[in-house]
């Protein structure tokens, strides 16, 4: 539930327009989208795969939205050029919201969204994305990394939507708590976490599964398939039937200062490396 609203959204997330995953897959999920007549389509993140080879399939990949999209950077964007994936997603009609909030109306509702820049790489603001929040609007927020809903949930944003982990891809005997969660040190794998229903906690945050793939193509086990959600705002839990309740969430652990510093020294010698790709070419 987000305030008083009457409005269908549909959530995509890493759809990784590229070699690994066919555009017949990707087509396949924006038809899913559409064909759920939604109010808005919001995508988190990880848009291209490891290259922009690939910009025109995703503009004509956003245009087939039927719906408003609205949209926030991934760590897969920056790695291979966040600037020229900005303009392909603006060209196919999406609104990128890097560390920003604005008020949308939909079907003559009011919707103010949240759009926090990618946090893998650094780029997050939480400060700047809740600056000049209107209260008392219904608030939806998206960010790439699912951790950012704990310090969201502080201003007030009952739901966020995330992506990144792909729920793990395999997901037999809980492989992907372990990968994910355990090794790779997030809260948030796949699915619900936090409450909807209980007044002590703050909000909830989804993680979806996503569409496309970085690295291997297949995906084994229920919770590891490829997804479009569907979120019917202003609907009370349980007033109809849902895919995922409500899970705890891991252990998890937050990434160290230089791992974090890695992270973000990673973009600028890929960044590097494009342009002297470039130079050389000319």
């Keep these: 539930m987000v305030g008083e609203l009457d409005l269908r ?30 109010d808005a389509v919001v995508i988190t993140g990880d848009f291209v795969c490891h290259s922009t080879k690939y910009l025109d399939e995703l503009t004509s990949l956003i245009a087939r939205i039927k719906a408003p999209v ?30 920003v909030n604005t008020v949308v109306t939909l079907r003559g509702q009011a919707l103010q969204l949240v759009g926090l820049d990618d946090a893998y790489t650094g780029h997050a603001s939480r400060e700047r994305a809740v600056k ?55 809260k948030y794998v796949h699915g619900l976490y936090g409450c909807r229903r209980a007044r002590e906690h703050k909000g909830a945050v989804y993680v979806g599964a996503g569409i496309g ?12 398939q490829r997804e479009v959600t569907i979120f019917e705002l202003g609907q009370q839990p349980g007033a109809f039937d849902e895919h ?27 960044e590097r490396a494009r342009i002297s790709r470039l130079e050389k070419k000319r």
């Excluded at 017949?24 to 759920?36: H, I, K, P, S, T």
């Excluded at 291997?216 to 590891?224: K, Y």
Aim: hydrophobic share 40%.
């Design 244 to 270: 995922h309740d409500d899970q705890p969430s891991l252990p998890g652990r937050k990434p160290s200062p230089l791992k974090q510093y890695k992270r973000a020294a990673a973009v600028v010698r890929k």
């Design 70 to 99: 609205f949209c926030v950077m991934g760590n897969h964007d920056y790695w291979s050029g966040a600037d020229e994936v900005r303009w392909a997603l603006r060209r196919g009609g999406a609104e990128v919201l890097d560390n």
């Design 9 to 38: 959204i549909a959530h995509l997330t890493d759809l990784h327009v590229g070699r690994v995953t066919p555009m017949r897959v990707q087509e396949a999920a924006v038809d899913l989208a559409n064909g759920e007549n939604p």
């Design 132 to 186: 000049g929040m209107r209260h008392g609007v219904p608030t939806l927020a998206l960010s790439h990394i699912a951790e950012e809903a704990d310090g969201l949930w502080h201003h007030g944003i009952p739901l966020v939507l995330s992506g990144h982990t792909h729920a793990g891809q395999m997901t037999v005997a809980k492989l992907h708590e372990i990968v994910i969660g355990k090794l790779g040190g997030h």
């Design 213 to 224: 793939a970085a690295v291997i193509p297949f995906r084994v086990g229920d919770r590891g």
